[in-house]
């Protein structure tokens, strides 16, 4: 079964700074999705970026961009010039591409990240 | 605008009693979610559909049941037989699983019992 790791439970940035957020995932699959997600004080929950693992390339919206390692599985996301507005819980998730299995459409979460950005 | 709509935003469920969380969704996308989600934990699918008239248990079924006769609407009923019931709860909508996948939330009801 896949899993999905987030390592810091908890991080900081200073305001206009960078910060990078770790997630590691196991899975024996080659083709699947990767997804960070922002969950505000506001409990929406907001897609932030989005990878396809057959894409070599890393993706990237604005002031965030991924770090994705296929071989390493890890898929890091980094939040550039960062703002207030940044401050969050971010989730990173899995789904598997392939359609092999009943329960292949669901998404399988990390635990999360709570982002803090000070003044 | 296009979106998902939860209601109640609270709700409070007294001992026996069962209550329904409502979702809504103008999107027309085929498949709908719900999560529920713990403190210190990630987000647990309760329940998925992936079209009218169909739905699948997810990792958490138990103590819930949902019906899907609308391809908008997507309710969730939190049974007696859920014992706890206390959480944050997140409806969820995709277009086909085959294309870009992405799931769009609800802003969430929270359930709390008296």
């Known amino acids: 079964a896949q899993t999905v790791t987030q390592s810091q439970p908890e991080m900081s940035v200073q305001e206009a700074e960078t910060v990078t957020l770790s997630c590691t995932y196991d899975?024996?699959?080659?083709?699947?999705?990767l997804f960070w997600y922002k969950q505000p004080p506001s409990r929406q929950m907001i897609l932030v970026i989005r990878q396809e693992a057959y894409k070599q390339q890393n993706a990237t919206e604005n002031r965030f961009s991924v770090n994705f390692q296929k071989a390493a599985k890890s898929f890091s996301l980094k939040i550039s010039d960062s703002q207030l507005g940044d401050a969050a819980m971010y989730f990173c998730?899995?789904?598997?591409?392939?359609?092999?299995?009943?329960?292949?459409?669901?998404?399988?979460w990390g635990l999360g990240t709570s982002l803090a950005v000070n003044p | 605008d296009g979106g998902i709509t939860q209601s109640p935003k609270y709700l409070f469920r007294k001992e026996g009693q069962n209550v329904t969380l409502s979702c809504e969704q103008n999107l027309n996308h085929d498949a709908m979610y719900w999560y529920r989600q713990d403190p210190g934990q990630g987000l647990r699918l309760i329940y998925y559909?992936?079209?009218?008239?169909?739905?699948q248990k997810g990792d958490i079924a138990e103590g819930y049941s949902v019906s899907r006769e609308k391809k908008e609407s997507f309710p969730l009923t939190v049974t007696s037989a859920q014992k706890n019931p206390t959480a944050f709860y997140l409806c969820a909508s995709s277009t086909d699983p085959l294309a870009k996948n992405i799931q769009y939330f609800g802003a969430g009801t929270r359930l709390s019992v008296l």
């Open positions: 998730a899995y789904r598997s591409r392939t359609l092999n299995a009943g329960n292949n459409r669901k998404l399988i």
């Open positions: 559909s992936q079209i009218v008239n169909d739905f």
């Open positions: 899975t024996s699959e080659s083709d699947y999705y």
